[in-house]
């Protein structure tokens, strides 16, 4: 990442060697990530032991831009929105009719 921004890390120790992942936030993302985001990101860069970067999202027609980069793979963090024991599988379901589509 160039330029300034926000990094945030959590480490463990491991039989004596210590694992680190961190998250970093770019200083001029328009939108910064919801904490909810952050938290998911943090989870991840914690088991994944590495590098989680939000991206700065690209302003194309129809083009949407992940949320992160982590292992060289771009990724979308999503949350079901709901409180019913079925908003995971609602959720899922309306996805996969999307990506079907």
Known sequence: MHGSGIMLSMS???????????VLIPGNHPNPPEPHEVDAALIL?????????????VDDYKRKSADIVMLGAE???????????????????????????
């Not at 463990?12 to 961190?22: A, H, I, L, N, V």
């Open 75 to 101: 990724w979308e963090i999503k949350t079901p929105k709901g409180t019913s024991k079925n908003t995971f599988t609602s959720s899922s379901v309306e996805l996969r009719n999307k990506l079907i589509t």
């Open 45 to 57: 860069s914690h088991h994944y032991q590495t590098t989680v970067e939000f991206q700065i999202p």
């Open 12 to 22: 463990k120790k491991k039989s004596q060697q210590e694992k680190t992942g961190q």
